[in-house]
């Protein structure tokens, strides 16, 4: 059973960074689109970036720049790496992965950016 588990949310101030990993139970980055979602208090759950197998980012308007998305395939994980963190960037982080037809979550981690 394939999952996802994730973890490096926590409190930072504005202006701040924070790294966030999701370790999968089985190396599947070689053939799965790996992605960071979010869901703000009161909002839908965003796409803030993804990352191909080929190892291609793409990244949400709100967060090119600042964000940065990554893998390490030897450890399993993905990587975001969130810099110059604003207040609107608080939210639950999820790590999601889409193989064919298996699409897989994590359980989310809080990141509140906050003075």
């Known amino acids: 059973q394939v999952q996802l588990v994730e973890s490096g949310g926590g409190l930072v101030q504005p202006g701040g960074s924070l790294r966030l990993s999701c370790v999968s139970s089985v190396n599947i980055f070689s053939y799965a689109t790996m992605g960071w979602y979010r869901q703000a208090p009161g909002k839908q759950r965003e796409l803030v970036a993804t990352i191909t197998s080929h190892g291609d980012p793409n990244y949400a308007d709100s967060v090119k720049g600042r964000f940065t998305i990554s893998r390490d395939v030897a450890k399993n994980t993905v990587y975001l790496q969130m810099n110059s963190l604003k207040p609107e960037d608080t939210a639950v982080y999820y790590c999601?992965?889409?193989?064919?037809?298996?699409?897989?979550w994590g359980q989310g981690t809080l990141v509140t950016v906050s003075s």
């Open positions: 999601h992965g889409r193989l064919l037809a298996l699409e897989l």
